[in-house]
């Protein structure tokens, strides 16, 4: 059995209820309990991302990341902005839309061991597999999954390091 001390637990319920704020930037489609969402590219409004560092943007399309319920959501990311290691407690779809997202796993970036999708590029995560990403150029991409979506980084220390320097 896997045994979290409660530093570890404590970010991870601090990274997860950050992750989840975006739902009051869900994208609202107009049509009601009919379950359609149709939205042009200009609907699409990205905000900063909550729990972030200055940079990255958010904008949830459908669903509610904190239920059980299939959720989309794109990130804008600046140039050479970095996800370190981390993992999440179901599958992940990634879709990159725009730029390079440079996608490896393991436990540290290591930019060196990391493939680079393009615009078009599609990567599976399963659930708790331990993965980092960075991006080349402005990039933009498109996670779906099953909520609820929880992220976990490996090294909080390190997340939160990177959120401080970025509010400077």
């Known amino acids: ?33 009919a379950g359609l969402i149709l939205m042009k590219a200009s609907d699409v409004k990205f905000h900063p991302a909550p729990g972030f560092p200055k940079g990255a943007q958010i904008i949830l399309l459908r669903g509610d990341l904190s239920q ?15 996800i ?12 990159v839309l725009s730029g390079t ?7 540290k970036v290591d930019k060196a061991q990391s493939t680079a999708l393009t615009a078009g590029g599609f990567q ?6 331990h993965h980092y990403v960075w991006a080349s150029g402005e990039t933009i991409m498109q996670l779906d999954g099953m909520g609820p979506r929880t992220t976990v980084f490996v090294n909080p220390e390190e997340w939160t390091a990177m959120i401080k320097a970025s509010n400077k």
């Open 68 to 82: 059980a319920v299939p959720y989309t959501i794109r990130f804008k990311l600046p140039d050479g902005f970095v």
């Open 124 to 129: 599976i995560v399963p659930a708790n597999a």
């Open 1 to 33: 059995m896997l045994k979290l001390s409660k530093k570890t637990v404590f970010f991870a319920i601090l990274a997860t209820s950050l992750i989840t704020m975006p739902v009051s930037y869900a994208a609202d489609s107009g049509q009601g309990s």
């Open 101 to 107: 997202l440079n996608v490896g796993l393991g436990d």
């Open 84 to 95: 370190p290691a981390h993992w999440h407690s179901t599958d992940e779809e990634v879709t």
